[in-house]
């Protein structure tokens, strides 16, 4: 565009007030001055623009010198005409979308001045930015019977893209609202059919271009209830069988501990008792306890408890704080009868023995063995003979014994099986 010549003083013109570019096209904004003075030409261009900087210096003609101040810009922006010149349009390439704004172009003449701001040149770049690639998603379960929701969304567009929903294969399709949302870009489709299966397309676009994007849908028959019921139940029959068998290996394995318990048990129980026997006798006390046991024992009267004296006038009687020599009986009981010691704690006591009266005088038993504490093992029981209840030599009681500090002896008795008892 040739610039307007007028003899007035320096006035800008600008060929186009909007300009719009697609993003990574050429821009140009034309602008000249008129002028009658042939001098040289101060040119400035500044950008404003929306953000933190609004403001800043894009090129500069000073002096004869072109320079580009903002460095972003730096090869992509410069003067169309060669400089100096009256036409001092530029030119932006390989335009971005942080290029819109407002640029503001000033000339300045060393030699002429302006009025009323003639001098200065406003234009609007904007810079269209195409839809960016879709994604397309499916949302919803595509059975026979069940509903889907597609979606498609950019994720970049100036100005934002318009969406729309069509079917290319096996036969062609488009749809319309509600079923699609041209600004959410979503197609719901409502009671499946197997029909509705194939190739959907969604397309983007706005005033600077479009964008596509394909899904494939496969409708898949209903799922039968009983098959899925069937499986349900099989997974629970199989859980209870597996807590059975856990159950039933804890109940064998808790009997069979049981058992070897109670095996061990009886075996205590049938374990043969010690040989020997053991006396404790405790010290001021005339009970004695009996700690042992014999399998069998059988006393014959073919030995003596005691060992045989010929009979004499005087008698000894062995107590168990000392022994008392030369006793005789101050008088004859006339009653005699049968002292019976104190009990035992763990046995039953048995009569305390005297030796017989013989002509007025303590004696000693012919039949008793020599050795009391001699035992017979035999092979099973043996018939034990009456117990005979020893008599009081006439003439002493029982409370003269035991001021004379007798204790009762207590042998242990035997049961026909063997034992003692």
């Not at 300009?19 to 400035?44: C, D, E, H, M």
């Not at 009323?116 to 810079?127: E, K, M, S």
């Not at 409502?190 to 509705?196: F, H």
């Amino acid at each position: 565009m040739a610039p307007c010549l007028s003899s007035a003083v320096l006035e800008v013109h600008v060929g186009q007030t909007s300009v719009v570019s697609i993003k990574g096209q050429q821009a140009i904004l034309p602008v000249w001055y008129t002028s009658i003075s042939n001098s040289r030409p101060f040119v400035s261009w500044l950008l404003e623009r929306h953000g933190p900087r609004k403001h800043f210096q894009v090129l500069t003609y000073i002096e004869g010198k072109s320079k580009v101040e903002e460095m972003y810009l730096k090869h992509r922006v410069g003067f169309q005409y060669p400089m100096p010149s009256s036409n001092v349009s530029i030119v932006i390439n390989n335009t971005q979308e942080e290029d819109s704004g407002q640029y503001m172009c000033t000339v300045n003449l060393a030699d002429e001045s302006s009025a009323d701001g003639r001098n200065i040149g406003l234009i609007n770049l904007t810079v269209l930015v195409p839809p960016s690639s879709p994604v397309c998603k499916v949302q919803g379960s595509p059975h026979v019977g069940g509903n889907v929701t597609m979606s498609c969304k950019s994720s970049s567009g100036k100005p934002s893209p318009m969406y729309r929903w069509r079917r290319t294969g096996p036969t062609f399709q488009v749809f319309f609202a509600p079923m699609q949302d041209l600004s959410k870009g979503t197609l719901t489709l409502m009671n499946l059919t197997t029909d509705m299966s194939g190739t959907y397309i969604c397309n983007a676009s706005n005033s600077a271009g479009y964008s596509n994007c394909t899904i494939t849908l496969e409708v898949n028959p209903a799922v039968n209830a009983v098959v899925v019921a069937g499986a349900v139940v099989g997974a629970l029959v199989g859980l209870g069988l597996i807590l059975l068998f856990a159950l039933q290996m804890f109940v064998y394995r808790r009997k069979k501990k049981d058992g070897q318990e109670e095996m061990a048990n009886e075996i205590k129980e049938d374990a043969v008792a010690p040989k020997t026997l053991s006396w404790a006798k405790s010290p001021g006390s005339d009970i004695v306890s009996k700690n042992g046991t014999l399998s069998s024992m059988n006393t014959t009267q073919d030995h003596k408890l005691y060992p045989s004296k010929p009979p004499s006038d005087t008698a000894s009687v062995t107590t168990a704080t000392g022994s008392v020599a030369g006793y005789k009986p101050p008088y004859n009981n006339p009653r005699g009868g049968t002292l019976t010691p104190t009990p035992s704690l763990s046995s039953q006591s048995l009569p305390l023995y005297f030796p017989p009266n013989i002509n007025g005088t303590l004696g000693h038993h012919t039949n008793v063995p020599v050795h009391r504490n001699a035992q017979h093992r035999t092979n099973g029981a043996q018939p034990q003979a009456p117990r005979q209840e020893p008599t009081l030599p006439p003439g002493l009681t029982s409370s003269a014994l035991t001021r004379m500090g007798a204790v009762p002896v207590m042998v242990p008795a035997q049961s026909q099986a063997g034992s003692l008892v």
